[in-house]
T-cell receptor
Framework: AQSVTQLDSHVSVSEGTPVLLRCNYSSSYSPSLFWYVQHPNKGLQLLLKYTSAATLVKGINGFEAEFKKSETSFHLTKPSAHMSDAAEYFCVVSDGGTASKLTFGTGTRLQVTL | DGGITQSPKYLFRKEGQNVTLSCEQNLNHDAMYWYRQDPGQGLRLIYYSQIVNDFQKGDIAEGYSVSREKKESFPLTVTSAQKNPTAFYLC??????????????FGPGTRLTVT
């Protein structure tokens, strides 16, 4: 069985300051991990993915995440927040089966203030 | 312009009526998925299909039905047996392959309100 825990349901940062969204996972396999972003009333967009290559993964819009097996973590970071980053972020784990079934965290809402 | 389309964006129905949500993809993906999203609960898998004319139940399939007659299309019917049908429904697709980790691509979603 696999699971994902997003440690913060809501994070608020000031524009220009760093962003840290925390995610811990549990998986029986060597997992693949993803971060998706969702703006209000929209579908989900892939930010980045880890698939057992480099442990530091760079994504779109300046986001990156580091896979730490010893800590079972996959935290999402960005050096400087922008107003357009305000959205819901989901950490996701895949079981690697043929149909790549995904297990979603409950999401972290990022608020960016002036 | 490749992607996934869902229609309609907003849908209103009376309790006791069945309703079908459309999902079409032109990404040539073999697998397609339906998720339900409720506030504070993330996404939950309703049904998925790895190939035409075959589909499997997800974690919350009760009260829903699907068909996969064409590779490009995976409609979801919300039946009157679904106790709490009001939600945001998301369709997704992906490549398939044994041992592979393919990301899923999502449509824009359909917000269903049942009164």
């Amino acid at each position: 069985a696999q699971s994902v825990t997003q440690l913060d349901s809501h994070v608020s940062v000031s524009e220009g300051t760093p962003v840290l969204l925390r995610c811990n996972y549990s998986s029986s396999y060597s997992p693949s991990l993803f971060w998706y972003v969702q703006h209000p009333n929209k579908g989900l967009q892939l930010l980045l993915k880890y698939t057992s290559a480099a442990t530091l993964v760079k994504g779109i819009n300046g986001f990156e995440a580091e896979f730490k097996k010893s800590e079972t973590s996959f935290h999402l970071t960005k050096p400087s927040a922008h107003m357009s980053d305000a959205a819901e972020y989901f950490c996701v784990v895949s079981d690697g089966g043929t149909a790549s079934k995904l297990t979603f965290g409950t999401g972290t809402r990022l608020q960016v203030t002036l | 312009d490749g992607g996934i389309t869902q229609s309609p964006k907003y849908l209103f129905r009376k309790e006791g009526q069945n309703v079908t949500l459309s999902c079409e993809q032109n990404l040539n993906h073999d697998a397609m998925y339906w998720y339900r999203q409720d506030p504070g609960q993330g996404l939950r898998l309703i049904y998925y299909s790895q190939i035409v004319n075959d589909f499997q139940k997800g974690d919350i399939a009760e009260g829903y039905s699907v068909s996969r007659e064409k590779k490009e299309s995976f409609p979801l019917t919300v039946t009157s047996a679904q106790k709490n049908p009001t939600a945001f429904y998301l369709c997704a697709s992906s490549k398939t392959g044994t041992g592979a980790f393919y990301e899923q691509y999502f449509g824009p979603g359909t917000r269903l309100t049942v009164t």
